[in-house]
């Protein structure tokens, strides 16, 4: 029995019919500039493999000069496009493209052009460079570029295109009176702000046919002082859905919010509320709307779907964690997903420094093609010393490789280090992780012993074939004069419970 009967019921979004609810959004990885690559085709074709049902690839540039990600701005891109699509198609997933003009966003240290936006306030994040106001016929040119960049994606095969009207790029600009002070008919009244999204997807229209899905990624509160809140929000939602718009998915805030949106500190399903005051406002139209933002786990989506809070539930890096999420879900193995922890170490840290996607839980990220766990040529005996999160993942992949596993841990528990960490206020999550480590390792067939100090004799008595040493590091202590008093302690000991006092000096 199918134990999540709405999360995996089939869903029309205008005439695309999508065979689960779950939406893999657009999430940059850093594995393409420009021209799809193998490695963007391997990532993807693991997520549609896995069982996602709508998998939206981005985010893709509509104007030349903007290839620090993959492009649709010209006819020379549809070749690759058009095999991303097919790659994603063979495993039953649906597929769109996702839209983007950076805006005062654009990173000017790549591009060395000059920045445009709606009105010329520069953003306090990234380039920080004050960009130029675009002049009407500007705005027309890029709407244009907008439905250009659309007809090429359905040329390639795509089932949808999404405009990404959130997180702080080029519509989200014109939309909000803290970015748009323009005083003609695209400024002032936010009728006139959402015009140029407005006129956008009329254009796109004319492109691509009215029967062809048209979807956005809208912010339902941008989250910034002076910003659109839900309120406004609601009224762009009822316009898109005048002009044909057939799927929306909510998300929260800007880049350049400071307040919490993806963290580990945001409850689980803490920005539904917007998806749900969005569906309020499309009450009575067809228009899809998808949840967002630290929805992680199955038992929470379907909630949000019996409830009636959204029609579609958007997993971004819970399918880079887990690539076979929804597949798992599905079957009824909820134990064996490996759970997204929010922690953005591997993700959006990583890719606002400039470097590619990978994932603190998933190793296997963007090496889809190059890490597979296949059956040994040849059955060793392993002995691994340590139980920390390395020695847990690498005896459970030797294990289900065909090796016969032990894995000793001096402690009386498994977790190493991020038992410490997972004890730090706002980090409970991490606790997580050492969870379905040890669940994993054990399921696997790993013999796990605690308490047991790994010595020579020991090894003697094993025999293995192979010693992997996953010891982890100790604090490193410094050499000042009266580190060495009672009353001065390292932070591990606090974090297992020592007191302190509270007069305390952290050095």
Same mark, same amino acid.
């Given at each position: 029995?199918?134990?999540?009967?709405?999360?995996?019921?089939?869903i029309?979004i205008?005439?695309?019919?999508?065979?689960n609810?779950?939406?893999?959004p657009?999430?940059?990885?850093?594995?393409?500039?420009?021209?799809v690559?193998?490695?963007? $085709?391997?990532?993807f !074709?693991?997520? *549609?493999?896995?069982?996602?049902?709508?998998?939206?690839v %981005?985010?893709a &540039? +509509? @104007?030349?000069?903007?290839?620090?990600?993959i492009?649709?701005?010209?006819d020379?891109?549809?070749p690759?496009?058009?095999?991303l699509?097919e790659?994603?198609?063979?495993?039953?997933?649906?597929?769109?493209?996702?839209?983007?003009?950076?805006?005062?966003?654009e990173?000017?240290?790549?591009?060395?052009?000059?920045?445009?936006?709606?009105?010329?306030?520069?953003?306090?994040i990234?380039?920080?460079?004050?960009?130029?106001?675009?002049?009407?016929?500007?705005? $027309?040119?890029?709407? !244009?570029?907008? *439905?250009?960049?659309a007809?090429?994606?359905?040329?390639? %095969?795509?089932? &949808? +295109? @999404?405009?990404?009207?959130?997180a702080?790029?080029l519509?989200?600009q014109?939309?909000?009176?803290?970015?748009?002070?323009?005083?003609d008919?695209?400024?002032?009244?936010?009728e006139?702000?959402?015009?140029?999204?407005l006129?956008?997807?009329?254009?796109?229209?004319?492109?691509?046919?009215?029967?062809?899905?048209?979807?956005?990624?809208?912010s339902?509160?941008?989250?910034?002082?002076?910003?659109?809140?839900?309120?406004?929000?609601?009224?762009?939602a009822? $316009?898109?859905?005048?002009v044909?718009?057939?799927?929306?998915?909510?998300?929260?805030?800007?880049?350049?919010?400071?307040?919490?949106?993806?963290?580990?500190e945001?409850?689980?399903g803490?920005?539904?509320?917007?998806?749900?005051g969005?569906?309020?406002?499309l009450?009575?139209t067809?228009?899809r709307?998808?949840?967002?933002?630290?929805?992680?786990?199955?038992?929470?989506?379907?909630?949000?779907?019996?409830?009636?809070k959204?029609?579609l539930i958007?997993?971004?890096?819970?399918?880079?964690?887990?690539?076979e999420?929804?597949?798992?879900?599905?079957?009824?193995r909820?134990?064996?997903?490996?759970?997204?922890?929010?922690?953005?170490?591997g993700?959006?840290?990583?890719?606002?420094?400039?470097?590619?996607?990978?994932?603190?839980?998933?190793?296997?990220?963007g090496?889809?093609?190059?890490?597979?766990?296949?059956?040994?040529?040849?059955?060793k005996?392993?002995?691994?010393?340590?139980?920390?999160?390395?020695g847990?993942?690498?005896a459970?992949?030797?294990?289900?490789?065909?090796?016969?596993?032990?894995?000793?841990?001096?402690?009386?528990?498994?977790?190493?280090?991020?038992n410490?960490a997972?004890?730090t206020?706002?980090?409970e999550?991490l606790?997580?992780?050492?969870r379905?480590?040890?669940?994993?390792?054990?399921?696997a067939?790993?013999?796990?012993?605690?308490?047991?100090?790994?010595?020579?004799d020991?090894?003697?008595?094993?025999?293995?074939?192979?010693v992997?040493?996953?010891?982890?590091?100790l604090?490193i202590?410094?050499s000042f004069?009266?580190?060495?008093?009672p009353?001065v302690?390292?932070?591990?000991?606090?974090?297992?419970?020592?007191?302190?006092?509270?007069?305390?000096?952290?050095?």
């Amino acid at each position: 029995m199918n134990p999540f009967p709405i999360l995996f019921s089939p869903i029309s979004i205008g005439r695309m019919v999508v065979r689960n609810r779950i939406v893999m959004p657009a999430l940059t990885t850093g594995y393409a500039f420009g021209e799809v690559t193998d490695q963007l $085709k391997h990532y993807f !074709e693991a997520r *549609a493999k896995g069982g996602a049902g709508l998998i939206v690839v %981005g985010i893709a &540039a +509509v @104007e030349k000069g903007t290839e620090y990600v993959i492009s649709a701005s010209d006819d020379s891109y549809i070749p690759g496009l058009r095999e991303l699509t097919e790659t994603i198609h063979v495993h039953g997933a649906k597929t769109a493209l996702q839209l983007w003009h950076p805006g005062r966003y654009e990173f000017v240290e790549i591009t060395g052009r000059e920045p445009v936006s709606a009105s010329d306030i520069p953003p306090p994040i990234f380039s920080r460079v004050k960009p130029r106001a675009l002049t009407v016929p500007e705005i $027309k040119r890029i709407e !244009e570029e907008f *439905a250009q960049a659309a007809g090429r994606a359905k040329e390639a %095969g795509f089932d &949808a +295109v @999404e405009f990404i009207g959130s997180a702080g790029y080029l519509i989200s600009q014109f939309l909000s009176p803290v970015t748009n002070r323009r005083t003609d008919e695209y400024g002032g009244s936010l009728e006139n702000r959402m015009r140029f999204l407005l006129e956008i997807v009329e254009l796109t229209k004319e492109v691509v046919g009215k029967d062809f899905p048209l979807m956005c990624r809208l912010s339902g509160d941008e989250l910034i002082p002076g910003g659109n809140t839900l309120s406004e929000m609601k009224m762009v939602a009822r $316009k898109l859905a005048e002009v044909g718009i057939s799927a929306i998915n909510v998300t929260a805030g800007w880049h350049e919010s400071r307040v919490p949106m993806i963290t580990m500190e945001v409850p689980r399903g803490g920005y539904v509320y917007l998806a749900e005051g969005i569906k309020e406002a499309l009450k009575g139209t067809e228009v899809r709307v998808a949840a967002s933002n630290r929805i992680n786990e199955p038992f929470l989506a379907e909630r949000i779907l019996r409830e009636g809070k959204a029609d579609l539930i958007s997993m971004g890096r819970a399918l880079v964690a887990d690539p076979e999420f929804p597949k798992k879900a599905q079957e009824g193995r909820v134990e064996d997903i490996v759970t997204c922890v929010a922690c953005c170490q591997g993700c959006f840290d990583r890719l606002f420094e400039g470097r590619p996607l990978t994932c603190m839980v998933n190793p296997g990220v963007g090496r889809e093609a190059e890490v597979k766990v296949e059956p040994a040529v040849k059955k060793k005996r392993v002995l691994v010393v340590g139980g920390g999160p390395g020695g847990l993942k690498v005896a459970e992949m030797a294990a289900l490789r065909g090796h016969q596993v032990i894995l000793c841990e001096e402690d009386g528990e498994l977790g190493g280090q991020l038992n410490l960490a997972s004890v730090t206020p706002g980090r409970e999550e991490l606790g997580t992780v050492v969870r379905e480590l040890a669940l994993h390792a054990k399921k696997a067939g790993v013999e796990i012993r605690l308490r047991t100090k790994v010595d020579a004799d020991m090894v003697e008595e094993i025999e293995p074939d192979a010693v992997v040493l996953a010891t982890g590091a100790l604090p490193i202590v410094p050499s000042f004069p009266g580190v060495d008093l009672p009353h001065v302690v390292q932070a591990w000991e606090v974090l297992k419970g020592r007191e302190v006092g509270k007069r305390v000096v952290v050095v």
